[in-house]
């Protein structure tokens, strides 16, 4: 699909279970967490590395929609008695938390939001810290469909969920640049901040050199691939 | 690494509007916790409240950003000559060149809690403004455009470690050269969410919290908006020589009982500030006053200074104010430095026996020419600033 060899046909996905995490946890957590923790698992496997040798920067412009609803719901009530587990788990960095957990992993984590730009603001953090830091970081982002009553106010059509393992040395240079930003490959995802990862993977998935622009907040992110 | 300059910095928090105001409240041990009277004041409890929000809606160009959370950013940003010193930089680097990095737990929620109770029959929701109030970019895109800089911008929500963290973010991008120089800081308002939610898990102080005391109850929540202009420049009389993150890898809302990650994250800090643990002259705490922070903290504390650095807890004069938490209490760092004194730990009479750590309970004047500040969140979030004059 990346290369333009296949054609995009929206498949209902099962909420993967994060294996990671003990079994009580893995029902109880949030579906981005379930998400965000599914492909930070497969892209750590895939990169050789321990789980601890990477630092964690969480990308996500709306964090979970399901938990925003049930505590607004609750507190909308008289008593206005939300639930603890909602709470602790609305927290915008719940997926680092998990991880952090789930991994035995003490390295540094962040949570960060920059709206529609929110990917390319992750990613432009995660490549200070590999510069600056000299570490592997893995770059994870989620972006889930809001429920019913919120879904007009941030329409999203499809959840999307990636993760990047980075390494100093992998080969991309990251500059920002004035220019307007590329278009999705797959448009069902326009309007899913972190779908702007697509941009980069289908850049990744074909080979030879690339240069892609990602959206940032009145400019983009120009992400150069070496071939 | 190389110290960061710190050249304008701005608090405002229940204490009062602007630096003089914190500086006269922490000097006269005269806190800002009142009986909760927010909303419809059901929660027993105190609470850090900004006065005048209700009266100082955002008009303009940017009126779409109006809400509690951006009316308290607009009136942080107008203290103590804050914005003038934006506007310097961006003359002398382009506006380009200067990034905006802010910290938040919960932006502005509350407009989003409060249509919830105005839902029609169907359940629609009518007044919800999702871009400039409820997502959690909302303050920091309000803050660039008040401002009118064009450098990457980003909020980070790490919970209550948030507006420390900017500052380590902020340290990278002027080291990398993405910026020349960093608005940092954070605000975070009073909101159902986090009252109610504190409150769910019973850690919320039906009085003015006492950190590290024996009788401590729990938490008194703030509301504040803080920021400091960071420049990639020559040390500067305040600068910021360290910081350091770690994770807990522990549980999402409860610190590791032997304080194991926020001893990783301090000890970080003095290593970039290259600077041992006693070249630190005063520990600005995170000091909840809950009774799980307060012990982990100390004993972490005690593991890497003993007893001999002078700690104490700022958040019985601001309450604890989240997602802007690191900022203030870096403001109350970089006060002590400038003024020479160590604030209180105030509303604390009877220490907890076990604690072990030197937790200050008067002022006391002193020179300061180190601070660390620690900010610790829920999801084992930790991080320590290590200031300098």
Not at chain 1, 62 to 69: L, P, T
Not at chain 2, 94 to 102: C, E, F, P, Q, T
Not at chain 2, 358 to 371: G, S, W, Y
Request: hydrophobic fraction near 45%; charged fraction near 20%; include cysteine.
């Amino acid at each position: 699909m990346l290369c333009g060899e296949a054609a995009f046909t929206p498949t209902p996905v099962q909420r993967p279970v994060p294996s990671l995490l003990p079994p009580a946890e893995r029902r109880r957590c949030a579906p981005s967490v379930a998400w965000a923790l599914a492909v930070a698992q497969e892209a750590v496997a895939q990169s050789g590395l321990d789980a601890g040798a990477f630092a964690v920067v969480f990308a996500s412009s709306d964090g979970d929609g399901d938990i925003v609803h049930r505590l607004c719901t609750a507190l909308a009530t008289p008593a206005a008695a939300v639930s603890p587990t909602d709470f602790h788990n609305s927290v915008h960095n719940a997926a680092t938390g998990y991880w952090s957990i789930g991994a035995h992993s003490q390295a540094p984590s962040t949570a960060i939001c920059a709206y529609d730009g929110s990917f390319s603001a992750g990613l432009l953090e995660a490549a200070c810290q590999i510069a600056i830091e000299k570490r592997p970081v893995l770059l994870v982002t989620v972006d889930l469909p809001y429920p019913p009553p919120l879904a007009p106010h941030r329409p999203v059509r499809h959840g999307f969920a990636a993760a990047l393992a980075l390494e100093p040395g992998a080969g991309l240079e990251v500059t920002l640049d004035g220019a307007a930003p590329d278009s999705l490959p797959l448009k069902d995802f326009e309007g899913n901040a972190a779908a702007a990862a697509l941009l980069l993977l289908a850049a990744l998935a074909r080979p030879g050199e690339a240069l892609v622009r990602l959206p940032l907040t009145e400019r983009s992110l120009q992400v150069r691939k070496r071939g | 690494m190389k110290p960061v300059a710190i050249t304008a910095f701005t608090a405002t928090s229940t204490l009062g509007r602007g630096n003089a105001a914190m500086l006269d409240a922490l000097r006269r041990g005269k806190g800002g916790l009142k009986a909760n009277d927010f909303d419809r004041a059901e929660l027993r409890a105190w609470i850090g409240r900004v006065a005048g929000l209700e009266d100082e809606p955002i008009t303009g160009a940017l009126a779409e950003y109006d809400c509690r959370n951006n009316r308290l950013a607009q009136i942080g940003l107008a203290q103590d000559g804050f914005r003038e010193a934006v506007l310097k930089a961006k003359d002398r680097y382009g506006a380009k060149r200067v990034a905006v990095l802010l910290g938040t737990s919960t932006s502005g929620i509350l407009q989003t809690e409060l249509a919830y109770r105005r839902r029609d029959s169907q359940g629609n929701l009518a007044d919800v403004r999702y871009r400039h109030a409820q997502n959690l970019y909302s303050m920091t895109d309000f803050v660039r455009r008040a401002l009118a800089l064009e450098g990457p911008s980003m909020t980070i929500s790490t919970a209550c470690s948030s507006s420390a963290k900017v500052f380590a973010s902020a340290a990278r991008y002027l080291e990398a050269g993405i910026a020349d120089a960093v608005v940092v800081g954070g605000v975070d308002s009073l909101c159902l969410t986090t009252m109610h939610g504190f409150s769910s898990l019973q850690l919320v102080s039906d009085e003015p919290c006492r950190p590290f005391d024996a009788a401590r109850k729990g938490m008194s929540i703030g509301e504040a908006a803080g920021y400091a202009l960071l420049e990639k420049i020559e040390p500067h009389k305040i600068a910021l020589l360290g910081y350091g993150e770690s994770s807990d890898a522990y549980h999402m809302s409860t610190p590791q009982p032997e304080g194991e990650g926020a001893l990783g994250a301090m000890r970080q800090a003095l290593s970039r500030a290259g600077v041992g643990p006693g070249e630190i002259d005063y520990v600005n705490a995170h000091g909840t006053a809950t009774p799980a922070n307060d012990r982990a903290e100390d004993r972490a504390l005690v593991r890497l200074f003993g007893k001999r650095v002078p700690v104490s807890s700022t958040k019985g004069f601001t309450g604890h104010t989240l997602g802007a938490a690191g900022i203030v209490e870096a403001i109350v760092c970089f006060l002590a430095l400038e003024h020479g004194f160590i604030p209180a730990t105030l509303n604390s009479s009877a220490l907890e026996p076990g604690l072990e750590s030197m937790i200050l309970l008067q002022n006391r004047p002193a020179r300061v020419k180190r601070a660390l500040s620690n900010s610790f969140g829920f999801g084992g979030s930790n991080c320590s600033l290590v200031f300098g004059a």
